[in-house]
């Protein structure tokens, strides 16, 4: 929870933002303050190299430097893209678990918030605070405001459906498929044993969902989960694509573990928010 008054960071730890992102970033800076919030935002947002908004150093201390301002209540990143996992070598996650602040961020930024989780056993939030001040994304805004400054849980209320068995409770890990692979095999990996895992897309076909599906089964992450939450697989499902990530899942998992979806997390500007590393508990009925 985020008191009124205070100050929150805003980075940019993934691709850098375009310069025509500026009116946007406008209307954001504009809404967290019209909430009583100091928005504070990190000198590598825009791009100066390609993509990049910086070096992944630069990009690291940014951010590392909201952890360590004391006035600085929350973290938000407005990025994605791909570039985000190449600042993790700079963190200094012993100040960052010892902080209790939350980060927020979505898409590339799994990376982050599964290694904070990894390291430090820290929740971060799931979610591009940036939708709120989208077309499509405005009606989040008191769920948000809820979640933020009164400590609700309205963002994090999802609708869902059970797919396999009827009760599915734990720590929930994971976010975006593709960039959630690209801990596999380092430190900053999470434990998914006895965990809760979701997954969801942007982009991606049959053949790259297999292919990343096949990786988890690889990494015997099936066998160690409790149970799986599926948010959107936006191209998948906007093009029907058949087998349904839903299918080729259960290839693997069968009817051994709870399966659940939902068409509220995800890369729909619309979506709701996850608490990664915080627990998760969803009944049917």
């Given amino acids: 929870m985020v008191s009124a008054g205070s100050k929150v960071g805003i980075v940019c730890c993934s691709n ?32 100066q190299d390609g993509v990049f908004s910086g070096t992944p150093r630069q990009r690291a201390e940014s951010l590392m430097n909201f952890y360590k301002d004391k006035e600085i209540q929350a973290i938000f990143d407005i990025s994605g893209g791909d ?14 678990g010892e902080s209790g602040k939350q980060f927020w ?19 971060s939030v799931l979610y591009q605070v940036k939708n709120l001040v989208s077309e499509k994304g405005s009606f989040r805004k008191r769920d948000f405001e809820k ?35 690209k801990l596999a095999g380092t430190e900053y990996w999470p434990d998914m044993n006895e965990k809760v895992l979701l997954l969801e897309s942007l982009g991606g076909d ?8 096949s990786q988890l089964n690889q990494l015997h992450v099936f066998e160690q989960v409790r149970g799986i939450l599926l948010g959107t ?42 608490l990664i590393g915080g627990k998760i508990d969803l009944s049917c009925g």
């Fill in 16 to 47: 850098g933002m375009p310069t025509e992102a500026v009116a946007q970033m406008k209307k954001l800076e504009g809404y967290l303050s019209g909430l009583g919030l100091i928005p504070v935002f990190g000198e590598y947002i825009y791009r």
């Fill in 83 to 96: 570039l985000a996992n190449e600042i993790l070598p700079w963190l200094d996650f012993e100040l960052i």
């Fill in 105 to 123: 961020g979505y898409s590339d930024l799994t990376t982050v918030i599964n290694a904070i989780y990894a390291k430090t056993g820290r929740t």
């Fill in 147 to 181: 979640t933020l400054l009164s400590g609700k849980r309205d963002l994090f209320d999802i609708s869902f459906e059970f797919l396999e068995q009827d009760h599915l409770q734990g720590i929930l890990v994971g976010g975006n498929i593709r960039c959630l692979l």
């Fill in 206 to 213: 049959v053949p790259k969902m297999a292919t990343y599906l």
């Fill in 233 to 274: 697989f936006t191209e998948m499902e906007k093009n029907g694509l058949r087998p349904s990530v839903e299918e080729l899942v259960r290839r693997y998992t069968g009817e051994k573990i709870p399966i659940v979806k939902t068409q509220e997390i995800g890369h729909g500007k619309d979506a709701k928010a996850a």
